[in-house]
């Protein structure tokens, strides 16, 4: 019986004959977190990805702003680091242009000057792809490059290749994701510990789980960009990041935390693309989830994405959304699939939603126009007939309360009322919470947040 090694060498041999037998060279821009997992892949499982793959990939330039620098765990090459971008992308030797630098400007220019030059592209940037994905599709395409971008989404979790490849012979019903690790976080400690928003994300912060600016996490902005990825690969067009209707977690209190408790929901900050006839709601903001349902059941920085396809059904995606391995982990995954195109084993290849001429008949539908349920919490004065004047308000927006409850608050004479309605228009809802705000009786203005019943697999 032939033993492991010989049976490994073998099987190498046996690639080597099929697949382009010299290496493919890559050049990293930026060394952050990220890159660091990614060098640590390319240098320390090189044979692994070639018994895998028949790929032999090599590290030889690493570009970042400030020299000298070194990582525990990590060999370089002689000669790899730089601090010049230009001994990167313009580099003859190098195949793929990896980058991991962040930021839009410098990012788009250097990545621009590298397509230009015939280099594939591999980026986790999804700031980049949500603002100027169009038009560096286009160029790659012209060019006849890759431009991969599994590490933008997610993390470690492969929904960029799923859309585009598993799911390609579905009709994307809905995707609905938690897809900011730092807000499930937060929101999970708030469900967990009963303390509020502001002292979990100080917490957070100080625990590594936040940034210490977390303005783009925790209003919805970075779950944003990535869903403008995920829905253009599922619905087949560029949404600019200007219509998408986003909503940060910043005013959920604890309050809310417990009557959604109370009501049988947790409150997750949930993006959400789903088709509504022949347009698609594109929004991000926080959600009440059945409390039975798997997403509502994913906890702490974890990220879960469902996608529901006509013929698949509704599956479930689970995993680390960040991180330096997880990370580094799609983005080698990137590189290895440019490696195949450069061997001439696949044709690059615009993805849909960035086509110039889009073949859909879907177009994007105005956060007014979507139907959901929505939970309202009041604060009013506790007298005799408060509760007919918002139901009225309610009916004449062709709203129907799904259930109410009422608690007294002895030490001030208000009571809060939570009101659960049944589906309604948003527009609707708007203007009727617009109106009820304004009656003499409310005090202070009132949270809404919407719920999605659908979410319960
Ligand atoms: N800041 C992001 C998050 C990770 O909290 O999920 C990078 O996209």
Redesign the pocket.
């Known amino acids: 019986m032939q033993d492991q090694v010989s049976l490994t060498r073998d099987l190498i041999r046996y690639r080597e004959t099929v697949v382009d037998k010299s290496s493919i060279n890559v050049g990293l821009l930026g060394w952050g977190t990220v890159g660091t997992g990614v060098s640590k892949i390319l240098l320390n499982q090189s044979n692994l990805i070639l018994q895998n793959t028949g790929l032999q990939l090599k590290l030889i330039k690493i570009a970042k702003r400030t020299l000298p620098d070194s990582r525990p765990g990590v060999q370089l090459p002689a000669d790899c680091l730089t601090n010049s971008p230009a001994e990167v992308v313009e580099n003859p030797e190098i195949d793929i242009v990896v980058e991991l630098m962040g930021g839009i400007d410098d990012a788009r220019r250097l990545v621009t000057q590298a397509i230009r030059n015939g280099k594939h592209i591999v980026t986790a940037n999804?700031a980049l792809l949500a603002e100027h994905g169009f038009e560096l599709f286009q160029l790659a395409a012209k060019h006849n490059v890759s431009l991969n971008f599994e590490g933008?989404?997610a993390?470690g979790i492969p929904i960029i290749k799923t859309l585009r490849e598993s799911f390609a012979a579905n009709r994307i019903h809905a995707i609905y994701g938690i897809?900011?690790?730092?807000?499930?976080?937060i929101l999970t400690e708030m469900h967990e510990s009963e303390v509020d928003f502001a002292e979990v994300l100080k917490d957070a912060q100080a625990k590594g789980?936040?940034?210490a600016d977390p303005t783009?996490?925790v209003e919805g902005i970075?779950?944003a960009h990535?869903l403008t990825l995920l829905t253009s690969l599922a619905y087949g067009f560029a949404i600019p990041m200007e219509q998408v209707y986003i909503e940060g977690i910043t005013q959920i209190s604890q309050k809310e935390i417990q009557y959604a408790r109370e009501l049988g929901y947790v409150i997750k900050l949930l993006a959400i693309a789903k088709l509504n006839a022949d347009r698609v709601e594109v929004r991000v903001h926080p959600t009440m989830l059945p409390t039975r349902s798997m997403l509502a059941n994913v906890g702490g920085?974890f990220?879960a994405i469902c996608v529901i396809g006509d013929a698949v059904g509704p599956t479930l995606f689970y995993g680390q959304?960040?991180g330096e391995m997880p990370?580094a982990s799609a983005v080698v995954a990137d590189i290895i699939d440019a490696a195949k195109s450069i061997s001439g084993r696949l044709q690059s290849q615009v993805p849909r939603g960035w086509l110039s001429e889009s073949q859909t008949d879907i177009s994007l539908c105005p956060i007014d126009h979507i139907e959901t349920r929505y939970y309202v919490r009041l604060v009013v004065l506790d007298q005799p007939g408060v509760l007919a004047q918002i139901s009225s308000i309610l009916g004449q927006y062709r709203i129907s309360i799904a259930s109410v409850i009422q608690k007294e608050r002895h030490e001030v004479d208000t009571a809060s009322i939570v009101i659960v309605t049944h589906k309604a228009v948003e527009k609707n809802m708007q203007l009727a919470i617009q109106e009820i705000d304004k009656l003499a009786v409310v005090r202070g203005a009132s949270q809404l947040i919407r719920i999605e019943e659908e979410v319960d697999f």
Not at 179 to 185: A, L, P, S, V
């Open positions: 999804k933008s989404t993390g897809i900011n690790g730092t807000c499930n976080y789980y936040a940034e783009f996490d970075d779950a990535k920085a990220n959304g960040a990370t």
